[in-house]
């Protein structure tokens, strides 16, 4: 738009400043991407991308990153993303390719192995020093860690198994043993930092403690116990009951038969006393004596 000795410039839509040479950037004014969207900023305007991750329109379909993984043996992992394979026993590397029983060698150490870092570093300079490598071109990684006992001796033991990265490979076990074989075993002992054990030796199995396993039962049996308590205590109630009233009977029987021998003579006292213990032991007393036990 002219004017006099100056001018104004009307900018189309993305544009802006004095001649609308300036970009407007919308990305940061509200973000019009929404969802699973991304903003992406041009000259004059904006784009809306799919998020990583997300795929079609809408940018609402997931990619299934697990698609397309060559897990040879195990399982595909997808986690905040990032995607790795959960390896079978006996399988190790980035896709599982490698078997631990072809790779993996094993020594029987005695004791308690703890510092297993500490093993890792220094199985690794040894081996350093068999390849003749350089530092960094050897990664010992121990994989099992499994304690055992000596049959005879019933030593602590600790069975490790390893693998070694050398070169962006892996070494077999067979080549691990070749290279630890020239060392003298009094030198590897040093190099390592325990005594090696070559003898008959059974894994160790965590013992069950008894206390444990029989306060979880009766944790376990809680109300069948109760139940019982219950029960015996009732039992107790209906004892104690019945010995109170056979002893108040035996009671009243026996002041009855007294209260009757107020008005006896003494021959007939002394035949009473003869039959005393027929009578407080019969059910059949004379029509008197009912009477007055029912209001004993």
């Not at 000795?5 to 950037?25: K, M, P, S, Y």
């Not at 900023?41 to 698609?67: A, Q, S, V, W």
């Not at 003298?184 to 069950?208: C, F, N, S, W």
Request: proline fraction near 3%; charged fraction near 25%.
């Amino acid at each position: 738009m002219d004017a006099i000795n100056a001018f104004n410039c009307t900018c189309v839509q993305g544009f802006t400043g004095l001649t609308c040479a300036d970009d407007v950037d919308e990305c940061i004014m509200g973000n019009p991407c929404k969802g699973n969207r991304a903003c992406v900023n041009l000259r004059g305007g904006y784009k809306c991308e799919c998020k990583e991750g997300f795929i079609g329109d809408g940018c609402m379909t997931p990619i299934e990153l697990c698609d397309g993984t060559p897990c040879i043996n195990g399982a595909c992992v997808n986690k905040d993303d990032t995607v790795r394979c959960g390896c079978y026993d006996n399988y190790f590397g980035e896709s599982c390719q490698y078997e631990l029983p072809y790779y993996g060698y094993s020594v029987m150490l005695i004791g308690d192995v703890t510092d297993v870092d500490g093993f890792e570093n220094d199985m690794g300079i040894t081996l350093i020093t068999a390849l003749q490598a350089d530092e960094d071109d050897v990664v010992v990684t121990v994989m099992e860690d499994v304690r055992y006992i000596a049959d005879e001796t019933r030593t602590e033991l600790t069975k490790l198994t390893f693998i070694v990265l050398y070169d962006d490979g892996y070494i077999s076990a067979a080549k691990i043993s070749e290279l630890l074989s020239t060392f003298p075993q009094d030198t590897m002992e040093h190099r390592i930092g325990y005594k090696l054990y070559e003898g008959e030796a059974e894994p160790v199995t965590d013992p069950v403690n008894e206390d444990d396993d029989d306060r979880g039962q009766l944790s376990a049996n809680w109300y069948i116990i109760l139940i019982v308590i219950i029960i015996l205590i009732c039992i107790i109630i209906v004892i104690v009951a019945a010995v109170l009233v056979y002893r108040r009977k035996r009671v009243c029987k026996k002041q009855i038969i007294e209260n009757d021998y107020v008005d006896m003579d003494p021959m007939q006292v002394a035949f009473e006393n003869k039959v005393y213990s027929d009578l407080t032991s019969s059910e059949n007393v004379t029509q008197t004596s009912t009477s007055k036990e029912n209001e004993c």
